[in-house]
């Protein structure tokens, strides 16, 4: 029996369900911060099957019926089609020709027409921004007009975008994504920095760094908040697409309470070629948090941040080096070397990094990331692919608690969730994977997960459907009841009836 829709629904068709792998690698380094940090395995898969469903972001509103609106989409399983080559042209949508990229989800809606002070840039003044940027007085904003806008200054300083004062907006005066393109040419070194407080960063595509397209820190005066990166795509980042950073002065100062949603993340075939090798021969991802506290990241989609020369990339999602309170959720992560991470080694025995005034976890000694929740997101591979590890990693994560998330990939994978260490205490609940794996002295309280490869849960394999089927037993109404679950994937509540094992809440 078909699935009934209340409304409508985006669907995305997928690809593959042949699950089979090939033997594994190493991984050979962490972050800059870490050189050496213990590896998830490392090792590589290949195959699998994807599923993706729809998104929700935060606040937005749900058509009839709680579904996103669309019809069914088309997906070719791939990386995106195309590089910003000599034109400059980004390519078009996540995943080639029709790949959802969450980019038209009624849910993430355009923002409000600007208030207070707004400056109006066109792109033959692109060489003109970077000041325009860096002047900007506190609550302006910056509206782009349509086009690539290209520096052709030589000095990294000069070309540099650098928020530094608080209450900025850089966006797009059309409200569309794909229509202005900020290109570093992997001339820039990083794109765009922010070290102030409330910048709004929305509607853009900022493409080719040679290392970070966005670089959040510290301020230079004390921390910050409420960074928001909205509707952004990103694409081919050298190193970490985003960055989240102290300030690395004395005192310290941090970034924390920041929101990052209703984006894509994109590394295309050409990217990879300009990844950058050391540490550990790949050194790229998604988000990449250190010492972060309360930052939220959802409905995002991440798609190919992987290579493809031996080497293991990092996280789709990362906060690491005693980050705390971060809130994972209903994110889409397809064919990326590895989703997930809550802490990376167990820290060699020395102090945490971060010294909270409370104090979480008194005497524990190192701790990678305190609290956080990760729930209801889909990690997943198509057929083709050959370089997934883990899906979520949780190492020296304490208090961290991973609920409804479905994690389907190759047989030869390391694990689908995988928890390490000692100070390791975590909540494993209602999650669909394939495999948990415990190392180290780590402690789970785990809770009706279910572990699987049995393909007949899903609606319709030979038509590429993997939402749960009216007959899938093992999985629906077979959950706990969670105060903490959140909405599934696709912006619905887990509650009909019991709820269901995994990112997908059933409807009749």
């Keep these: 029996m078909s699935r009934a829709i209340v409304g409508s629904r985006a669907w995305v068709s997928l690809v593959g369900v042949l699950l089979w792998g090939v033997a594994c690698g190493d991984d050979a380094g962490g972050d800059e911060e870490e050189i050496g940090g213990a590896p998830s395995r490392g090792g590589r898969s290949s195959g699998g099957f994807t599923a993706l469903t729809g998104g929700r972001s935060s606040g937005g509103v749900p058509d009839t019926g709680g579904r996103s609106s669309g019809g069914r989409a088309s997906s070719s399983g791939g990386t995106p089609s195309g590089d910003a080559g000599a034109n400059g042209e980004v390519p078009g949508g996540a995943a080639g020709a029709g790949g959802y990229d969450g980019s038209t989800d009624p849910r993430c809606e355009p923002l409000p027409p600007p208030t207070g002070r707004v400056v109006e840039v066109t792109v033959d003044r692109a060489d003109e921004l970077p000041g325009i940027v860096r002047s900007a007085e506190a609550g302006t904003t910056i509206l782009l007009g349509d086009g690539t806008y290209r520096f052709s200054q030589s000095d990294e300083a000069e070309r540099r975008l650098r928020i530094t004062n608080q209450r900025i907006s850089l966006r797009s005066a059309s409200g569309d994504r794909d229509s202005v393109v900020i290109d570093g040419e992997y001339a820039t070194e990083e794109i765009l920095t922010i070290s102030a407080s409330n910048v709004t960063v929305a509607e853009l595509t900022i493409t080719r760094a040679v290392h970070h397209p966005i670089h959040v820190t ?11 990166l909205y509707q952004l795509r990103l694409v081919d980042g050298g190193e970490q697409f985003v960055k989240i950073n102290t300030s690395g002065q004395t005192p310290n100062t941090y970034a924390d309470d920041g929101l990052i949603e209703c984006s894509s993340f994109e590394m295309t075939p050409e ?41 293991l990339a990092e996280h789709a999602i990362h906060f690491w080096t005693s980050s705390r309170d971060t809130l994972v959720e209903q994110n889409r992560i397809i064919d990326c070397a590895r989703g997930i ?37 889909m990690i997943v591979n198509t057929s083709g692919f ?38 390791t205490e975590v909540t494993l609940a209602n999650n669909l994977v394939r495999s948990l794996r415990e190392r180290d002295g780590a402690v789970a309280a785990t809770q009706t997960n279910l572990e699987t490869t049995d393909l007949n849960l899903f609606e319709d394999v030979e038509l590429d459907d993997y939402h749960l089927k009216q007959s899938g037993i093992g999985a629906i109404d077979q ?30």
């Design 218 to 228: 510290g301020g230079a005066t004390g921390d910050i908040t409420g960074t928001h």
């Design 271 to 311: 990217g990879r070629e300009h990844v950058v090798p050391e540490p550990g021969g790949c050194y790229t991802g998604g988000i990449d948090g250190h010492q972060a506290r309360g930052w939220e990241i959802r409905n995002n989609v991440f798609r190919g941040i992987h290579c493809e020369n031996g080497s």
């Design 341 to 377: 991470g809550f802490g990376l080694g167990d820290g060699g025995g020395k102090v945490p990094d971060r010294a909270y005034e409370d104090d979480p976890d008194p005497g524990v000694g190192y701790i990678g990331h305190y609290g956080g929740v990760i729930r209801n997101n």
């Design 386 to 423: 050959e370089y997934f590890d883990t899906g979520i990693e949780l190492e020296q994560a304490r208090g961290t608690r991973v609920l409804h998330n479905t994690v389907m990939h190759s047989a030869n994978a390391f694990a689908s969730i995988s928890y390490r260490f000692d100070n």
């Design 479 to 508: 959950g706990t009841e969670l105060d903490d679950a959140g909405d599934d994937i696709d912006g619905e509540a887990h509650d009909q009836g019991p709820p269901d094992i995994g990112a997908d809440e059933f409807m009749e």
